[in-house]
């Protein structure tokens, strides 16, 4: 794969772009609610991670050139920013209102769109099994599609909650 030029669109690397743009919004949101620092440098790591993956494909599509590197940062540097947020999650759990948001999430429209994302997430995780990068850009497409939906449902899930 280092070697190889994968076959994306223009079109894919830029609807790439959505999902991590839906990412930055909602974990902003939640970073300016917790005013957790630890949880703001976790979502940055994890949006940088994402925003270097958007650059890698627009290099191949418009440069032809494949700099691995910018792809193979993916898998160290989004769990990292994962760990991070997590950890300030459970550092804040006594300060976070956890039945409020439940309660709200559970409540109408937020409970569409957290069905939405659970469902999406479950796609997410058997096209990673089934499909891989096997299929070139008609299952990137199908993830790509998938991973937008889930990640603006998630966004939604945040902007239709405040905990209270």
């Known amino acids: 794969m280092k070697n190889e030029l994968p076959d994306y669109p223009l079109s894919l690397a830029l609807v790439d772009l959505l999902p ?36 890698w494909k627009l290099i191949i599509v418009l440069a032809k050139k494949n700099i691995w590197p910018l792809h193979a940062q993916m898998k160290f540097v989004m769990p990292l920013g994962f760990l991070l947020m997590l950890i300030a999650l459970v550092l804040m759990r006594k300060n976070i209102n956890w039945s409020g948001i439940v309660h709200e ?7 569409l769109f957290l069905i939405l994302a ?13 499909l891989g990068m096997k299929d070139g850009a008609k299952s990137q497409w199908i993830e790509e599609g998938v991973n937008v939906i889930f990640q603006a449902s998630v966004m939604m899930c945040v902007l239709l909650t405040n905990g209270s």
């Open 20 to 55: 991590v743009i839906f990412f930055f919004v909602a974990t902003l949101i939640v970073a300016l609610r917790t005013k957790s620092v630890l949880f703001m440098a976790g979502s940055a790591l994890a949006f940088a991670a994402g925003l270097v993956q958007v650059c």
């Open 105 to 111: 999430l559970l409540s109408m429209p937020s409970l």
């Open 118 to 130: 659970v469902l999406c997430c479950v796609g997410m995780i058997v096209l990673a099994v089934t």
